[in-house]
């Protein structure tokens, strides 16, 4: 198998998930409840819940759910960032900011608020705010509508206080409230926010456009004490120069070591790229691949997805197993993956 690697520029600021996904996704396997999963400036660990899928994965944002046996029963975990009007300056400030919009931008024909509170919280001592909503789910069959109870929190970026991360959870069901299980592990999803360095620093910046013109030893030099201070995203960038070169020494050991680092904050591409030098080094240690591409995979990265189906398909160091190359070929393909949607039209 050829891996296919990411270029350095595109690191940062490629949707490391679904972009060109296909309209419709598909509901994707998490087979590592509670890992850490990267977001553009801010790491939150997968719902630590069991039978968990995902609806979709971005860089600031995703959507993951379990649906229970019950009809119209089911839990959600969502994960929403975005910038707002203006910065804030202090938690009391983002809730009043908040108390404007709250529940308000729902559809009032597919989604009704019944009761709402909300009040600032310490969390790691950033500005934030913890809510819960009750409502009803006017979109389900039948002539009731379904309750929906949820909890949340919400947090301004200390270094952007303009950019707010929200982490929720809900559950739809035939009876008002949250389960004491949901509530067990939806409180370990959204305790677990936690905000990196912005992605778009000077510094990022400028190793990467020293890295395109060539320049890798002085892309490295300059990440070094980021990567020193223990900075993923700095690790992320130096893997991938010490893995391609960009004018340094090509050192896959030193590159390991960094997509390492930057792993333990989950950033897919380091998942990935871990995958690939497993996979395509000497010796080859091809279960070893298959854990970090599953882990990539979680989060819907196609690469890892493809390369799965690519492993499974010709029992590659596992055994064979068409069924499971055809699952992964198909969430490769509704993902974006261009070659995945070739194989799959029988090109």
Known sequence: MTPTLIPAAALL???SASAQAQDTPLQNPVSAPGAPWAFWGFVVNAPDAPDLVSQFKALTG???????????????FTVAAEKIDKAVSSADELLAYMAERRGKKSDPLRFRVINLKEQTTAHRDYWCTRYTMLGED?????????PVALAGLTCAHPDQPDFIVDVSYSEKSGASGISAELSESGEKFVSSLRFLPLPDRAEILDALKAAKAGKGVAALAMLKPLVDRQDT???MVAGEILLRGYGARKDPEAARRMFELAAKDGHPIALYSLGVIYETGTPRYVLEALKWFRLAADQRNNQAQLNLAILYDRGDGVPRDPVEAAKWGRYAA?????????LLRGR
Do not use: T
């Open 13 to 15: 600021f490629a949707l």
């Open 62 to 76: 995703a959507a993951l759910g379990r649906k229970l046996p019950e009809p119209n029963h089911s839990w959600a």
């Open 334 to 342: 509704n993902n974006g993956n261009p070659r995945a949607q070739q």
């Open 138 to 146: 006017l979109s389900v069959e039948g002539p009731n509508a379904a």
């Open 233 to 235: 995203q700095a690790a």
